[in-house]
């Protein structure tokens, strides 16, 4: 890079908050450096299986243990060799856990990062999210409330483009929809049978980033049902940064991208309470360089920016600048996940499904919405979907091969997600004691789940279990797998944003409390985590943020 | 000297400089790439003739194309040598043996010389578990063949129906309008 290259903002990560930080930033004037430590992937061209059935993908699309356990251990069965292109290596990018309390850290190793493989799933926060911590004297208080979000939520959506139906419920806020994929014809009687055995309780379609229109300014095609998303999707068919937040910000140009830059702590002088620099390594020269700009988004995701956090000390110090009142890297978080149920749906076998659709289904939360006797705080959400798979004789030989021509009965299966309460002793730190190939401590995670999610992922499965029971299914079946902290991927917390200096890190702006050009707006700034998919919520708060930013950098606060 | 050892030995001369270079010089490997050639080595030329034997009787030609045409023999090899899930290879090299022990007995020739409707009745004993070791061998095998079949070009394209681009989801669609049940 040139030394006379200027920036404005630099936007560290490139994933769904990094790449909206870009394109809002570079939009409203600015010129932007955005780095990411993965290798460059463009939209179309760097998706090697996109379009590729299973038998042109290695191993037939399954991952083979070994590999799976020496070189992604971490992933646990999400990733896949259609999918390994897009993941990191953890072998040769360590982290560090208590035995007993072991966390999955699933990263990426891209430009773009998850929003390539992410599961689409997009949902407002409510108003009662924001609130349940001051009501229930839980973690610390957001100093935001709904309205705050609501248009940004709004402003995301008609950009991105979200499909889904408008159901009015006060708990889970409509947004502005595309027309949602529909229901097959099992789901909709399931939705029948299920609203009126449970009154209150709902079944609805899901709401999903992939598109049902086609979006032709941005060069983008509306979902052709082949169900492939996390291989990359040369339609642009569900939001991606390739796909939707890059083209925008290059568009201004006033972007520079650098891919294989890993950046590895800020440079702050603790005078002015202002980050002076980013220190980044070459991933593939080992050259280390700082750059400036008069302000900094912080968006590697969760871990990994809490992970730039505490490693932005001074020289022979332990302690990262921003770690002044304790509350870096505490109170992290993931949703509950591996509650899983099944049933078979009688009838309908003159129907099957043509087509895939890329989501089916959604059960909204229902436990704790009013004053509810419950053994535990919060509540969660089922996302599910029903097919048919064929059918499955026994034996073997020509009976068998003809039998398999045939489909067997609806089968319905739904997932839970719930909401893990903020424990100030969930945190990571450094481990000065172990270093990664760019000298920097390793993270070390010390998060558990207690007795409020165990107790929550129970009435998961008992519920969930009854519902399809109750609604008329038959072979119903159910399971509450060992959950590692970090396998729902929704690791979020450890930056929160709070009212107070002294108990957060970051002010209703994102913006931190010990840098005014700092902000930080991925899964770090959450301080309390709801039950449904974080990434909308993460688009609008960044930029939410960036209009904060670029109006106090003109008023010359920044 | 080792490549390690002699870099590890010029972080100690030349200091913490350049240490983050040469530190990951030394501790870069690429990552592991998924073999897709030929599958390594696992069967004996016998036992390979006997999976090739066996994997046709588990799915075999009719009026579309079978195991063997599939590529079935090759991609149990595959999962064996390179691509397992779980390490099966313990269970489907005791069943082989167990079938082969049991077609001299009865047949007087190893399985692979027996009769179509001779390898049907070896499998159909090991599949009630009346060899050694049978059940678990039937069990494996029989899942192999079907994921290898079911995933090759053949499985996918020809004995069921592949929509590469559906372009429209239809929840309510006809079965009667359904040839060959869609691939997923």
């Known amino acids: ?227 492939q998303c996390d291989r990359g999707c040369s339609f642009g068919a569900y939001f991606s940064t390739q796909a939707v937040t890059l083209p925008a910000a290059r568009a201004t140009g006033r972007l520079t991208l650098r891919s294989d830059s890993w950046v590895t702590n800020l440079e702050y002088d603790p005078a002015q309470k202002r980050v002076t620099g980013v220190r980044m390594v070459d991933a593939n020269t080992g050259q280390v360089e700082v750059v400036q700009a008069r302000m900094v988004f912080l968006c590697a995701s969760a871990m990994s920016s809490l992970h730039i956090l505490l490693n932005s000390r001074p020289a022979g110090s332990e302690r990262s600048y921003f770690h002044s009142n304790g509350a870096l890297g505490s109170a992290v978080m993931d949703h509950i996940f591996r509650v899983g149920v099944s049933g078979d749906i009688p009838g309908m076998s003159e129907f099957v499904e043509y087509g895939r659709r890329p989501g089916g289904v959604y059960v909204p939360r229902f436990r704790n919405l009013e004053a509810e006797d419950l053994p535990f705080k919060r509540g969660y959400g089922f996302q599910g979907a029903a097919g048919r798979q064929a059918s499955a004789p026994k034996g073997f030989g020509l009976s068998m091969k003809h039998g398999m021509r045939e489909y067997g009965p609806w089968r319905f299966t739904m997932s839970a997600f719930g909401e893990c309460l903020p424990y100030d002793d969930n945190r990571v730190m450094l481990n000065h004691s172990k270093t990664d190939r760019f000298g920097t401590p390793l993270l070390r995670f010390d998060v558990r789940f207690r007795d409020n999610e165990i107790r929550m992922m129970d009435d998961a499965l008992e519920q969930g279990m009854l519902m399809l029971r109750k609604a008329g299914l038959t072979n119903v079946t159910g399971g509450r797998g060992k959950h590692v902290p970090g396998e729902a991927i929704h690791e979020m917390g450890g930056a929160r944003m709070g009212h107070d200096p002294a108990t957060s890190v970051l002010n209703k702006w994102n913006q931190a409390h010990d840098a005014a050009n700092l902000f930080i707006t991925d899964g770090a700034q959450m301080a309390s985590v709801s039950c449904v998919n974080p990434s909308l919520t993460f688009m609008a708060m960044t930029a939410r943020a960036a209009d904060h930013a670029v109006k106090q950098m003109s008023a010359g606060v920044i | 000297m080792d490549r390690r050892i002699a870099l590890a030995s010029i972080v100690g001369m030349l200091g913490a ?80 043996a167990a079938i082969d022990m049991r077609s001299i007995a009865d047949y007087g020739k190893p399985a692979v010389k027996a009769s179509a409707a001779q390898q049907d009745a070896l499998l159909t004993l090991a599949m009630n578990g009346e060899l050694s070791g049978g059940a678990p061998f039937f069990e494996a095998f029989r899942q192999l063949v079907i994921t290898g079949y079911y995933t090759s070009e053949i499985g996918i394209t020809q004995e069921r129906e592949y929509l590469p681009v559906p372009g429209e989801y239809d929840g309510a669609y006809p079965y009667a309008k359904v040839k060959r049940i869609f691939s997923s």
């Open chain 1, 1 to 227: 890079m040139a030394a006379t290259d200027r920036f404005d903002a630099i936007v560290i990560g490139s994933g769904v908050s990094g790449g909206w930080a870009a394109k809002e930033l570079t939009e409203k004037g600015l010129r932007v450096l955005m780095v990411d430590r993965g290798r460059m992937v463009e939209h179309g061209e760097d998706y090697p299986f996109d379009g590729k059935s299973a038998y042109e993908i290695p191993a037939r699309g399954k991952m083979p243990a070994a590999l799976a356990k020496s070189d992604y251990f971490a992933l646990n069965g999400w990733v896949s060799p259609a999918t390994q292109p897009f993941f990191i290596n953890d072998r040769l990018n360590p982290y560090d856990y208590d035995a007993p309390n072991k966390f999955n850290w699933v990263r990426p190793s891209v430009v773009g990062g998850k929003s390539l493989t992410w599961g689409r799933w997009s949902f407002r926060w409510s108003e009662a999210d924001f609130e349940a911590n001051k009501k229930e004297g839980v973690g610390t208080d957001w100093p935001i409330r709904y309205d705050d979000v609501a248009p940004w939520y709004s402003y995301v959506e008609n950009y991105i483009g979200v499909s889904g139906g408008r159901e009015n419920l006060p708990y889970l806020p409509d947004s502005e929809f595309m027309p949602p994929f529909p229901m097959n014809v099992a789901e909709k009687w399931l939705k029948e049978r299920l609203e009126s055995e449970f009154p209150g309780r709902k079944l609805i379609n899901a709401r999903l980033s992939n598109i049902t229109e086609d979006k032709p300014e941005q060069n983008r095609t509306r979902c052709q049902k082949r169900a």
């Open chain 2, 17 to 96: 400089n350049i240490f983050a270079p040469l530190a990951r010089a030394i501790a870069y490997q690429p990552n592991p790439v998924i073999n897709t050639g030929a599958p390594e080595i696992v069967f004996t030329p016998a036992q390979r003739a006997l999976v090739t034997a066996l994997s046709e009787r588990i799915l075999p030609t009719s009026d579309t194309p079978g195991a063997i045409a599939a590529g079935v023999p090759e991609y149990i090899e595959h999962m064996l040598g390179d691509w397992a899930i779980t390490d099966e290879r313990a269970t489907i090299f005791e069943g082989l």
